[in-house]
């Protein structure tokens, strides 16, 4: 459930240097599927029906099997990123994938999402196709969600635990269709997500695209997930060179470890400097200080953005009502939580737009070699709180009309005197009639700086346009100033 970059790269993932690297890469796992039947006999994590009825897309799902290494450090880990790594020991798997593709191979992109499935809930979870599918299937963008995790298949728990919810693994969800499933454990992780991504390109048995041929595969991750891409970048793909691009979102300050016993990461890494492909990161508000991402921070390079969004929490209610939408579509009977009679007010922020635009930006610069915005960052007050205007408002980060054309409040920060879960979600303060009447004396004026600031956000490449015509359109049609 809930668990950012030039012209020179382009040498490093030219498609004959990109080809010549994966036919050099070992043997890809066994793919077996598509997968049916079992008892519910749903397809755990399935998206929206209606999402691939509007854009034309499929939803298959296959089961991935082989052997796995797992790594320890080779050498002190230093906040520099530069990781060196060693294989360890070996032990066979079986997990699966979830692919989303457009039915139409005249629609496909060449591009393909591969999402590190979250697994903070206990139960894997696709919070980034949650924030920016509608970039994705837009773009006709393929998606492969991957449970790398030992959590979702075979069991071990939540991460945080919520109250009355209490997810099976998949081998407990539905023993007929996931029985034969088995994972070593969290320290092959790496190697299956690797794994999943040579199945994809140079595919072993069936081929999960079916006729569509992937050109640029672009890894990405959220909140516990982004912490594996950490340390997957900056330890795994110079090993593997898998991957054309990353997206990491909403990560903290350091990496995750490569195993049970393994030292732990340093506390404060970044993304290491001599990466041969892009990388993206986004962070929210909550990200900056709850999850500690401020002292993380780095500047831009010809390989590194790092986009910094205002008004957003790490979890906001756009995430949450695709998730409980998606849910009910295959789990019709498990009762899911009332996050907002346990938390109160929960974000409402403008993330699923910017999100839009950093997969679309991310994929320019993979396949064009065009660097995405420099994002300013967010306003801090003496490196421990964000700095928010008058109206409660974060200063800096990107801007659009949620934090520059206000209607509410909209914190990411967390509230400690709540559930854990609590924290993630951030809060939405709606303003009183008296303030909205004095900001926005006529309905033409808000709707004149909406479109305004929208269109801005257009312009310096950080929300796409179509996503800027919801923003005006809703703006139309809201009843501001009352």
């Known amino acids: 459930m809930v668990a950012i970059f030039g012209l020179s ?63 320890r450090p080779d050498g002190a880990w230093t906040d520099d990123g530069k990781w060196a790594v060693k294989p360890t020991t070996t032990a066979p798997y079986k997990s699966r994938i979830v692919v989303r593709a457009p039915k139409n191979p005249k629609k496909f ?30 773009h006709g963008d393929a998606y492969v969600g991957v449970s ?13 635990p919520i109250a009355g919810y209490n997810p099976l693994p ?9 029985g034969t499933l088995t994972h070593p454990g969290d320290d092959y992780s790496y190697d299956i997500f690797t794994q999943a991504a040579r199945a994809i ?27 594996r891409m950490v340390t997957y970048v ?32 340093p506390p404060v890494a970044h993304i290491r400097a001599d990466l041969g492909v892009p990388v993206m990161q986004t962070e929210t508000e909550t990200d900056l ?26 979890a906001d209610q756009a995430t949450l009502d695709y998730g409980f939408t998606a849910g009910r579509a295959w789990n019709k009977t498990d009762p899911l939580p009332d996050f907002t009679a346990m938390c109160g007010s929960i974000n409402n922020g403008p993330q699923t737009a910017m999100m839009d635009g950093a997969f679309a930006a991310l994929v320019r610069w993979v396949t064009a070699g065009k660097a995405p915005a420099h994002s300013p960052t967010m306003q801090d007050t003496n490196g421990t709180t964000i700095a928010r205007d008058a109206h409660g408002n974060v200063l800096g980060g990107i801007r659009t009309p949620a934090v520059d054309v206000p209607i509410s409040a909209l914190s990411g920060e967390a509230d400690t005197t709540k559930s854990p879960i609590c924290s ?41 346009a179509y996503d800027a015509a919801a923003l005006i359109k809703a703006a139309n049609i809201a009843g501001i100033p009352g």
């Open 9 to 71: 790269v382009l040498a490093a993932v030219t498609p004959s240097a990109s080809a010549a690297r994966h036919r050099s890469a070992p043997a890809a796992p066994t793919l077996s599927g598509p997968v049916t039947g079992g008892s519910p006999g749903t397809l755990v994590n399935a998206t929206v029906p209606s999402l691939k009825r509007r854009f034309g897309y499929t939803e298959r799902e296959f089961f991935v099997a082989g052997t796995a290494t797992a790594y």
């Open 109 to 138: 992109s060449g591009v393909v999402v591969v999402e590190w499935f979250n697994e903070t809930s206990g139960r894997d979870a696709d919070p980034d196709f949650g924030f920016a599918h509608e970039q994705m299937l837009r």
């Open 148 to 160: 790398a995790q030992a959590a979702g298949v075979v069991g071990g728990g939540p991460k945080i």
């Open 170 to 178: 998949l081998v407990q969800w539905d023993p007929q269709r996931y």
């Open 201 to 227: 390109r140079d595919p072993n048995g069936v081929k999960p695209l079916g006729s569509l041929t992937p050109r640029k595969l672009i890894a990405t991750g959220e909140s516990q997930s982004a912490g």
């Open 234 to 265: 900056n330890a795994i793909q110079p090993l593997t060179h898998a991957f054309d691009g990353f997206l990491i979102h909403s990560r903290g300050s350091s990496g995750t470890n490569l195993s049970a016993t393994a030292p732990a990461p």
């Open 289 to 314: 200080f709850g999850l500690h991402f401020f002292p993380a921070r780095q500047p831009d390079t010809t390989r590194l953005r790092t986009w910094e969004m205002a008004g957003t929490s790490h």
């Open 424 to 464: 993630l979600f951030g809060t939405s303060k709606p303003f009183d009639a008296a303030t909205l009447r004095s900001l926005y004396p006529t309905h033409a004026s808000y709707v004149g700086k909406v479109r305004e600031s929208a269109s801005a956000a257009v312009r310096q490449g950080f929300v796409p």
